[in-house]
């Protein structure tokens, strides 16, 4: 099953603009990563954020995490059109590391 | 380096028949994770190895999935009498150790039974 679900669940935009995607989930976490994946196959890893932290940075990627909230947010910034994909959160207990994914968000980036 | 492989990278089979799916991990990776994706859905956990021994394979969904890893590196998800709807995509992931919390996945298997 999955744990939460991100929002919305498709977002269209122009190159330039910025692309924000939510997350909220229901159980307690260790951390909290956010995937990109394209065409549906491989994921790529983002970036990860620990339930301690309330923001993080990586390049043009902004996470926040309020863990009282159980919601996380995704900020691209200045979007490309390869940017198109889908994201997806995914948390993670403390321990083996399980990963218990979103629905997902798909992103469309126009040119 | 070279990433996390499966083969094949689709697979056509008929209902009833039995399926291999084959994951190689990072080289060095002890921890090696199973997840399917169905259509319009995030991936959900399978079954995690660390080493040769399956440590949680509470995600398996009934007895006719299993998988193995007999030397610790690559790892075969076996599905018996296959079912329209195990009809997805399975990923393979890996980790270099037990509680590191990236995940590389692999490109998936796409499987598809008529």
């Known amino acids: 099953s999955q744990q939460g679900e991100e929002d919305p669940q498709a977002l269209s935009i122009q190159e330039g603009e910025n692309a924000t995607m939510n997350c909220s989930y229901k159980?307690?976490?260790?951390?909290l990563q956010w995937y990109r994946q394209n065409s549906g196959r491989g994921l790529v890893h983002l970036i990860l954020?620990?339930?301690?932290?309330r923001e993080k940075h990586s390049g043009r990627l902004r996470v926040t995490l309020d863990t009282s909230k159980k919601s996380s947010s995704l900020l691209i910034t200045a979007s490309r059109a390869a940017d198109t994909a889908s994201y997806f959160c995914a948390t993670g207990n403390t321990g083996f590391q399980k990963l218990v994914f979103g629905t997902g968000t798909r992103l469309l980036v126009s040119p | 380096g070279a990433g996390v492989s499966q083969t094949p990278s689709n697979k056509v089979t008929e209902k009833g028949k039995y399926v291999e799916l084959r994951c190689d991990p990072i080289?060095?990776?002890?921890?090696l994770y199973w997840y399917r994706q169905s259509l319009g859905q995030g991936p959900e956990f399978l079954i995690y190895f660390q080493g040769t021994g399956a440590a949680d394979d509470s995600g398996l969904p009934n007895d006719r999935f299993f998988a193995v890893r007999p030397e610790g590196s690559v790892s075969t998800l076996k599905i018996q009498r296959t079912e329209r709807g195990d009809s997805a995509v399975y990923l393979c992931?890996?980790?270099?150790?037990?509680?590191?919390?990236?995940?590389?996945f692999g490109p998936g298997t796409r499987l598809l039974v008529l």
């Open positions: 992931a890996s980790s270099l150790v037990q509680g590191k919390e990236t995940q590389y």
């Open positions: 159980t307690s976490i260790n951390n």
């Open positions: 080289s060095g990776h002890t921890a």
């Open positions: 954020i620990r339930s301690n932290e």
